[in-house]
């Protein structure tokens, strides 16, 4: 039965075998039979080329921007606000208020001198004493500085009398820094080194005597100038005044009561201006060496020296028809080494005695003398000696006076205490007035 069923099959297999088989070798992939042994492998082909990368596109050019409006003009800026910074305020020599940019200023100065006096002088019943408290001076001084002090303005009153009394009140225009200055108003006129120099500035309690008789003080008018603190060696001046000095007088006119003879004063005023001027013409001139104050009586422990000489002269005429025409020459002079000073002058003076100003005769002639030490800047003993010899007979006075200060604050805080011997000549001798006095002052 297998036979049958194997010859026809057997019989196609056999002629369709070979080449089937060849067929299916060929279509058939390859397998590896472990027991034979291995083919070649077949060379792998080249790896094909890397495409390159495709290259980014080149940036497309900017479209032209369209043009820039124009800038506006610039604005001016506005100007800058002025500072705020508020006013200096200080102390120097004085307290000092000054504007912001400093070309403004206010210096404000005070001082008052409480003082008492003791007196022992001959009288017709014997001698007598007396002794009072006063106030010498009680003063306010304003001195405003404008413009960099081109322009500098003084305000300077007393109240000791119990009034207001002017002192200073002028105006001083700077010309030539140093070298020239205009002054108008009232202000001490060209005279001697002690009455210019400031009451606060003295060795002494007062002034010598011969400052009472020769000297004439402040005046109103208007004066040529240096500065005498700063120009060296030269200084100078030259002014022209009313001749009245500042000393005011009562004017008015008196009415008088027909039943009881009794007057009263109508329309009075005091006033320093004359109703017909004399005037007087003032100069003075001299030289200044070293660094002192040649202004200052002393200057304790500020270790300077130096030698000041001037002369001055005052004429007052007789515009008025007054007969009080008047001559003054002055010659003083100072000196300092440190902490010792020296310092005096000569006084001469004559009065009209005619109906012209040129008839002059002599009036006086004056000498002081002074010396002072100052011992570790705190107490300074000083000695002076003055004395007027006048034209007439028995009419001459002399001052023998010696005193010590103590300076507690420098100058703002000191205390003066001197005692004098005044000779003053009379007929059948000669009468002796002895003066005490001690003086406080104080000041800014």
């Not at 060696?233 to 008015?252: H, Q, Y």
């Amino acid at each position: 039965m297998h036979r049958a069923l194997l010859t026809p099959l057997t019989l196609a297999a056999l002629l369709c075998g070979p080449t089937a088989a060849r067929a299916e070798e060929a279509t058939a992939p390859a397998t590896e039979t472990p027991s034979e042994a291995p083919e070649d492998p077949a060379p792998e082909p080249p790896p094909a080329p890397e495409a390159p990368a495709p290259e980014a596109p080149a940036p497309e050019a900017p479209a032209p921007e369209a043009p820039a409006p124009e800038a506006p003009a610039p604005e001016t800026p506005p100007a800058p606000e002025a500072p705020t910074t508020p006013p200096l305020v200080d102390y120097h020599k004085g307290f000092r208020i000054r504007s912001a940019d400093q070309r403004f200023s206010l210096t404000i100065n005070a001082r008052v001198q409480p003082r008492f006096t003791f007196e022992n002088e001959p009288g017709e019943d014997g001698r007598s004493s007396s002794g009072a408290f006063s106030i010498a001076r009680a003063r306010l001084k304003l001195t405003g500085s404008l413009f960099d002090e081109a322009v500098v303005l003084t305000l300077h009153v007393d109240f000791s009398t119990g009034t207001i009394e002017p002192k200073d009140l002028a105006a001083v225009f700077q010309v030539v820094p140093e070298q020239l200055y205009v002054s108008v108003g009232q202000f001490k006129k060209p005279d001697d080194r002690a009455s210019i120099a400031s009451s606060s500035k003295l060795q002494l309690v007062e002034r010598a005597i011969t400052e009472k008789y020769f000297g004439d003080g402040r005046d109103v008018g208007v004066m040529l100038h240096n500065d005498p603190t700063q120009a060296r060696p030269v200084e100078w001046s030259v002014g022209i005044f009313n001749g009245t000095s500042e000393r005011a007088t009562l004017d008015g006119g008196v009415q008088v009561d027909v039943l009881t003879g009794v007057g009263s004063i109508t329309g009075a005023r005091f006033n320093n201006v004359p109703a017909r001027p004399k005037p007087m013409l003032a100069a003075r001139g001299g030289f200044i060496l070293g660094d002192l104050n040649a202004y200052d009586e002393s200057e304790p422990g500020k270790g300077r020296s130096g030698v000041a000489v001037a002369a001055s002269g005052q004429w007052t005429f007789d515009a008025d028809q007054s007969g009080a025409g008047r001559i003054r020459g002055i010659l003083d002079w100072i000196a300092r080494y440190h902490d010792l000073s020296a310092s005096g002058g000569f006084f001469l003076a004559s009065t009209q005695s005619g109906e012209t100003w040129s008839e002059q005769a002599f009036d006086a002639f004056g000498v002081t003398a002074q010396v002072g030490y100052a011992i570790a800047a705190r107490v300074e003993p000083a000695l002076r000696y003055a004395r007027i010899v006048r034209g007439g007979d028995d009419d001459d006075r002399q001052e023998f006076t010696l005193g010590v200060t103590g300076y507690v604050q420098d100058d703002a805080v000191k205390i003066c205490a001197d005692a004098s011997a005044l000779v003053d000549e009379a007929p059948g001798g000669q009468e002796l007035t002895w003066r005490a006095r001690v003086n406080l002052e104080v000041g800014f």
